[in-house]
Each structure stands twice: as structure tokens, then as C-alpha cells.
């Protein structure tokens, strides 16, 4: 975090000495910020998927079907549920401790089009929610991310066990089809 600032000032810096537009030096700044960060969560998705042999950009190779080039929850299940850990870039949105069994289980979330993520669910082909299991030492090491962050994306390696459609329960409103994914954690990092 403080290479980050160390970054933003000398961008800044920068632009005061040599610019006369300092709103044009700022958005390059800006740009420059996210473009590192984009880069550096791109090199925590290598390290995960390679040093656990995980599978990566797994919604690309997914089978569209028909004009709309749909992707079906069949084809999801199936490619997720493979034998191989997978890596996910996911949202977390809960942790909580398992009622009967006392095992923690994290909440994470994504929306998916077939070629890239997408943050508006309504634009979404699939929306996966899943519910991870985590050792202790996985449970230490999500509650005490740093809270100066500004984002709570992760980037996530996971062996998946179940996957079933919301289409199987026609009272849930969500939007369709929402995958319910089921599985334990292999490792996980927060990105930038």
C-alpha cells in the first residue's frame, strides 16, 4: 500500500512541474494507479493458479448455445466440478460458523458473462454465490484483511464439490440463473 502512494504522489509530483492541465494529470494518474494494480492482481491470479495447478479463465472456454449464445447451468456444473481446483475472482460477502457441524464457511459472490466479468448482475449470463469452507487458520487469515482496502475482491482457489441452479427453485426471485456453488478452499488472496 505505501509503494501505491509512494506512486500517486510522484504521478502528481509530476504533472504539477510539467502540466498546465492538472485535471488531464490527474486522470492519467488515476489510470496509471489502476493499470499497476490491474497488473499486480493479474500476477497474484498467476501465482495461485500455478502453485495449485488451478484452472483459470474457465468461463471462456464454456459452450454457448443457440442465437443468444446462452451458457447453460449444465455446462457450468459440469466444468466446475471437475477434479482439479479452479480459481475465481470473487466478492466477499459473508463469514459465518456452520450451525450443526461449528466448521466456518465463507459467502463469496460473482457475476459472469462469457468472456469477462461484469459488476451489473442484470447484464450477467450467471451469478455464482458460493458457500466455502475454510480451515481456522484460512478463517484468521480473511478476518484480519486490512480494512484500509477499497475493494473486497479476492482472488479465490477452490475445489468445488456441488453446484445447483436456482432454476431448480421457482420462488427464488434473484436473478436467473444464480449457480449455488459448493466447496473448500484451497487458498485465496485479496486483490488491489
Not at 446462452?70 to 455446462?75: N, Q
Not at 459472490?109 to 442484470?122: F, G, I, N
Request: charged share 20%; net charge negative; glycine share 4%.
Amino acid at each position: 500500500m505505501k509503494n501505491l502512494w509512494l506512486l500517486i504522489f510522484l504521478l502528481v509530483a509530476g504533472c504539477s512541474d510539467n502540466s498546465d492541465n492538472t485535471t488531464d494529470c490527474a486522470k492519467q494518474a488515476t489510470n496509471d494507479v489502476a493499470s499497476a494494480n490491474e497488473s499486480a492482481n493479474n500476477q497474484v491470479k498467476t501465482l495461485l493458479a500455478s502453485r495449485y495447478s488451478a484452472i483459470s479463465n474457465w468461463e471462456k472456454n464454456l459452450p454457448k448455445h443457440g442465437a443468444g449464445s446462452t451458457v447453460f447451468s449444465i455446462d457450468v456444473q459440469k466444468t466446475l466440478t471437475s477434479a482439479s481446483p479452479i480459481l475465481f475472482t470473487v466478492h466477499l460477502d459473508d463469514v459465518f460458523l456452520g450451525e450443526t457441524n461449528g466448521i466456518t464457511y465463507a459467502v463469496f459472490s460473482h457475476s459472469y458473462k462469457p468472456d469477462k466479468s461484469v459488476a451489473d448482475t442484470d447484464d450477467a449470463d450467471f451469478v455464482l454465490k458460493m458457500k466455502i469452507q475454510l480451515t481456522d487458520e484460512q478463517t484468521q487469515k480473511l478476518l484480519s484483511a486490512p480494512k484500509d482496502v477499497i475493494s473486497d475482491e479476492y482472488a479465490l482457489v477452490a475445489k468445488i464439490s456441488d453446484v445447483e441452479s436456482s432454476a431448480e427453485y421457482p420462488f427464488d426471485d434473484d436473478n436467473w440463473p444464480t449457480l449455488l456453488v459448493k466447496g473448500t478452499c484451497v487458498d485465496f488472496s485479496l486483490l488491489k
